[in-house]
């Protein structure tokens, strides 16, 4: 922090101190210096609305969608797609992942076989920077619990008593004869093995519990370490001084008019710079997304308040069941460079007109009449290996880049590696037909270019009219 910005941070403290009488907690900053916030959720069913999406706040109240929208990360395995995702930050910063449940309604599975023989895995994803991310893995999660049938909802979080993480999810199982959803949790430092299960929540009776977060509350606050809210039935509250300790009830939002009739999937977001926190609920009864409930103290129910329509925006897209992060500074900074708003385009052929450049089983051709649309579609990003090029990354496979392979074009995912970026980078060149069309310049084979052959994509050197025209395509929407 510069000694100009850490000036005006002590100044804005001791005016929030003197004005609100409040002992603030630390670390805290003042609101308007602070970076804001990504949220990670799903939008819906179906194919595409059962993925991984990103949007970002500076207030954590009002939200934009990155990626214009679209899909930030795919499911390439087990039913592929993804609902109710979290992210997980390692206590040092330097690791994250992203579990989600793999489960695909309206693609291959009705609700009724998701609640009776579904997934037993979670999905994951791991990144080093918040930004490149692994290809996904499945971590069977449920496999050893007794008539396990599948695995909802997976969160974590950092137990400094035992030093890993505390894995838990729902599974609808028969336990003592009934069968019903409980949350069960397991421990992890790798996301990759875990101990066996153990029941965490069980409600008593018949009554079943699918989601629950865990939320951290700093000393001054409350007297309770963290606070859990589920749903089972109502949106329950319940306080310990250690995770795998002695829970406490503490109420649930029926007070305020919210039970688990009407929302689900509750997620928490500590404010930047103030004692708040927003306890996002999923309005999954009406079809109307997260609403924020705002609190001063996360384990007292009677300080909860619902918000007017008009004091929050949740941006473009219907942010489903998922998980806010709290960004550092850089954090931001590579997550919005990495995300933008960036237009969709397709290639068009010069000399086959009706043909564009799609990809098919990660083969890249051109063709006519594509379908599915966005197998046509790509954002043409900042070039991956150097500055004044660009770099064609699929819509519908977001990661996954046009990249060259022994003069063969595929769709690949971007391994971080050098080799890649430069086999994934182009000059955008005047079209070596039509100088109002394009022509793309390999970055590292500068004597060849993008062409396609049968219609099958290549790099080749041109030497000839058929290749130039081969060589020639229109960037259009």
């Not at 003197?18 to 959720?41: E, K, R, S």
Request: with cysteine.
């Amino acid at each position: 922090m510069s000694a100009l910005r850490a000036r005006l941070t002590a100044i804005l403290l001791a005016a929030c101190l003197l004005f609100t009488g409040q002992a603030l907690t630390t670390p805290q900053h003042a609101a308007a210096a602070d970076p804001g916030y990504l949220m990670v959720h799903f939008t819906g069913d179906g194919a595409n609305g059962q993925q991984i999406y990103f949007s970002h706040s500076t207030d954590g109240l009002n939200w934009s969608d990155l990626n214009g929208g679209g899909i930030a990360l795919r499911s390439t395995v087990g039913t592929r797609g993804v609902r109710d995702p979290a992210l997980v930050r390692s206590p040092d910063g330097s690791r994250y992942w992203i579990i989600a449940t793999d489960l695909c309604i309206g693609c291959g599975q009705n609700w009724d076989q998701a609640v009776n023989n579904a997934s037993r895995n979670i999905v994951v994803w791991e990144s080093t920077d918040l930004v490149n991310w692994s290809q996904p893995w499945l971590l069977n999660v449920a496999g050893a619990i007794p008539d396990g049938r599948n695995a909802w909802a997976p969160e974590a979080i950092w137990n400094p008593e035992t030093n890993d993480y505390v894995l838990y999810w729902a599974t609808n199982a028969t336990l003592n004869g009934v069968l019903k959803h409980r949350i069960y949790y397991a421990r992890t430092t790798d996301f990759h093995t875990i101990t066996t299960p153990q029941v965490y929540i069980d409600r008593p009776g018949t009554q079943g519990i699918i989601d629950t977060q865990i939320v951290g509350v700093p000393a001054g606050v409350g007297n309770y370490r963290y606070v859990r809210a589920s749903g089972d039935g109502q949106i329950t509250l319940e306080g310990s001084n250690s995770i795998l300790g002695t829970w406490t009830n503490l109420g649930n939002l029926s007070g305020i008019g919210l039970t688990g009739s009407q929302v689900e999937g509750p997620m928490w977001m500590k404010a930047n710079g103030r004692n708040e926190w927003a306890l996002y609920l999923d309005q999954y009864a009406s079809g109307g997304g997260y609403m924020p409930v705002l609190t001063t103290d996360p384990s007292n129910p009677a300080t909860y308040r619902k918000q007017a329509s008009g004091s929050y925006n949740m941006g473009g897209t219907k942010k489903r069941h998922g998980w806010i992060l709290n960004l550092t500074a850089a954090e931001e900074s590579r997550v919005l460079a990495r995300w933008p708003n960036t237009a969709i385009n397709r290639l068009q052929s010069y000399n086959f007109q009706d043909r564009y450049v799609r990809h098919t089983n990660f083969d890249v051709r051109i063709d006519p009449n594509v379908s599915p649309a966005e197998d046509a579609q790509f954002r043409l990003r900042p070039g991956l290996a150097g500055t004044g090029t660009v770099s064609f990354e699929s819509v519908n496979f977001p990661g996954y880049f046009l990249r060259h392979s022994d003069y063969d074009f595929q769709l690949a995912h971007n391994d971080g590696s050098s080799q890649f970026a430069q086999d994934a980078t182009f000059r955008k060149v005047a079209g070596l037909a039509d100088a109002s069309w394009s022509s793309f310049q390999s970055y590292n084979h500068p004597d060849r270019y993008i062409r396609h052959y049968a219609y099958e994509l290549r790099l080749d050197p041109i030497t000839d009219t058929t290749g130039r025209s081969d060589a020639t395509f229109r960037v259009t929407s």
